[in-house]
């Protein structure tokens, strides 16, 4: 039976940063869009309000990620309710700041994982069986400098975001020959966004004008690279790429900056 309902696009991490102008993006482009975040109704119902007042389609969904069973209901609602899901995009951070391996509690590092690693498993669990019986799908994951370094102080972001990069490596192996197009986005640079101003503060106009032009990422210009992935044909399908500023140095330098989480 065809299912003749709009292509849904899961947002799972839909702040105001790359997650909602993802949403947005792939709104424009005729997804509905399913915007979940952990906390802030208002400013939930202020991105489905913007994708709607542009002509798209979108549902709000508070969600913690971290509770068990809550992405497999989500998801399960989805596609009974709204429509089938083609794309996904996992977008939760999983920074809890730098601490010594000393002041770092189990149930801390345990987090970090959870959110990290745990959820876009839990994701895939509950999503890919349906996109494997329509033949068709997509999985985009943000990810961080932390998935390919460690520095000290990141025992826990470093951990999860590093299972992260090799667990989408696994499901590419396993769900790459069924249709199912996973693709791990490193982000190697700063994204303007509410939580990084609001983790500088009054440093911030200090620190975009230290940047200077194009010395941060922005996140509408980076949601077209996320809607490319999405679009590729499957003979040419990228499965991993790191994005950073033109002015930064790259992720693999010898003098690494401290870890942000930019998100």
Known sequence: MTDNRKPVFLVIGA???IGGHC???FAAGGYHAVCARRSDADGLGELVGRIEAAGGTATGSLLNAAEDGSIEELVE???RDIGPIHAALYNLGAQIGNRTLENTPHRIFELGWRLGTFGLFRLAHAMF????ARGTGTMLVTSATAAVRGNAGQHSHAAAMGGRRMLCQTLNAEFAPQGIHVAHVVIDGPVDS???????GDRWEGFAAAKGTGGI????VLAETYWHLASQP?????HELDV???SDVPWWNDNPAPEIDAR
Do not use: S, Y
């Open 234 to 238: 499957k003979n040419c399908w990228t």
């Open 15 to 17: 702040g105001g940063g």
């Open 23 to 25: 949403a947005m993006r």
């Open 129 to 132: 069986p349906a996109m494997v």
């Open 194 to 200: 509410p939580p990084l101003r609001k983790l500088l």
């Open 244 to 246: 950073r500023p033109h």
């Open 217 to 220: 990422i922005d996140p509408a």
């Open 77 to 79: 609602r989805i596609e």
